[in-house]
């Protein structure tokens, strides 16, 4: 680089002396203090000229500098959300108005952005799943009783109670024949309002978030169910509709036992299904030889290792979490009917009170039901050990 630096320079002065560069010493010579003022001129003029030059330069290099800068900061600055919007709907408009014509949807990939000037951009970039869920109970008492409809506010049908006389051995020519005398009653049972309502939903909340309808459709179900549960189950607890275990046994397992196959069979039903709270199911499975410490199960319960379906000589066992812990029901759950007066509905409105005004809804959940049992016998109550 230095060399061609010095041929530059010679070069300049050959040109401003008239003079080849070979020549430089025989011209200086001739006249020292002349060549010398000419070479002093001419390198005073190299460096006048090589500074304006430089300034010129210089002077670009600012401007291009700055010229850069500016179309950078454009550049960051337009890169915010709304750039990025606009940037994304214009590369997208012909296919957009293409598919809105046609009824169609569209998905578009927005165009980079910098997030650091997107205040509150969170809820764009978040991904948002279905709700969790509060958990219902899953065992239904419909699910073990028969069903059916009805069509007036209740049912009536006949019902028998004890029998005066029988039949008997009779002698011909030994007088009358032995009489049987029936004794019938009415029976009646009404259908029940189950309902409930979810106020103040706004409405906003049903078109923003897609799972919010069926939410509340499964939520008004699941409660609805809940109800329904204790409320069958509440019945059949009731004195009216059930007895009490009468027999001696203290061992759960033996308890269950003598209620189903020596008084249920006793009063002539057929047991069909034992119900328990879930602690009293888990103490049956858990069971435990006083000396060896082994579970012990006797060979006439088994349980399905697959399911967790405990079976008590062939009755299946069922448990959930309303019956209180030492509290069980052996039946014969043919011997009552869940009716349907009217099926389980759920319906939106919008004009509760001033929910109009206030932009809200209100969802109503509703069923009519029926539960005859037709014999008060055919369904025990027991108490089971602790």
Do not use: C
């Not at 214009?90 to 809105?100: D, G, I, L, T």
């Not at 009489?179 to 259908?191: F, G, L, R, S, V």
């Not at 329904?228 to 033996?254: C, F, P, R, V, W």
């Amino acid at each position: 680089m230095a060399e061609l630096q010095i041929k530059e320079v010679q070069d300049f002065l050959a040109e401003e002396l008239t003079t080849l560069k070979k020549n430089f010493s025989t011209e200086r010579e001739k006249d020292v203090a002349g060549f010398d003022a000419k070479v002093k001129d001419a390198m005073d003029k190299l460096s006048a000229d090589m500074q304006a030059k430089h300034a010129d330069i210089q002077k670009e290099m600012d401007l291009a500098l700055a010229q850069a800068n500016e179309k950078a900061a454009q550049k960051v600055e337009r890169k915010n959300f709304g750039w990025s919007l606009h940037e994304t709907l214009k590369a997208n408009h012909s296919e957009m108005v293409k598919n809105v014509k046609s009824g169609k949807g569209m998905e578009m990939t927005m165009k980079d952005f910098n997030y650091s000037d997107f205040t509150g951009y969170e809820p764009f970039v978040t991904d948002f799943r279905d709700p969790i869920l509060v958990k219902y109970e899953s065992f239904h008492y419909r699910n073990i009783l028969p069903g059916g409809t009805m069509a007036g506010e209740f049912v009536k049908y006949p019902k028998e109670n004890a029998t005066v006389g029988g039949a008997n051995t009779w002698a011909y020519g030994d007088g009358a024949k032995p009489e049987i005398e029936p004794k019938m009653t009415t029976y009646q049972a009404d259908a029940e309002w189950i309902a409930g309502l979810i106020k103040g939903i706004p409405i906003s909340m049903i078109e923003d978030l897609a799972w919010m309808t069926s939410f509340l459709q499964n939520k008004g179900r699941a409660e609805l169910l809940k109800k329904e549960d204790t409320y069958i189950q509440g019945l059949l607890l009731d004195a009216a509709n059930s007895e009490n275990y009468n027999g001696s046994k203290s061992i759960s397992i033996e308890i269950l036992i003598d209620a189903a196959l020596r008084q249920l069979k006793n009063n002539l039903h057929t047991p069909t299904g034992i119900v328990l709270s879930n602690q009293d199911y888990v103490n049956i499975l858990l069971a435990k030889a006083a000396g060896s410490g082994e579970y012990d199960f006797p060979g006439i319960v088994t349980v399905n290792p697959l399911t967790g379906q405990l079976n008590v000589v062939g009755i299946p066992v069922f448990s959930n979490s309303y019956l209180s812990q030492g509290t069980g029901i052996v039946g014969d759950w043919n011997q009552a009917q869940l009716l349907t007066r009217q099926a389980p509905r759920i319906r939106f409105f919008d004009q509760n009170s001033d929910d109009a005004e206030k932009n809200v809804i209100l969802v109503r959940v509703e069923e009519r039901v029926a539960l005859p049992v037709f014999y008060d016998n055919a369904f025990i109550k027991v108490t089971l050990a602790s």
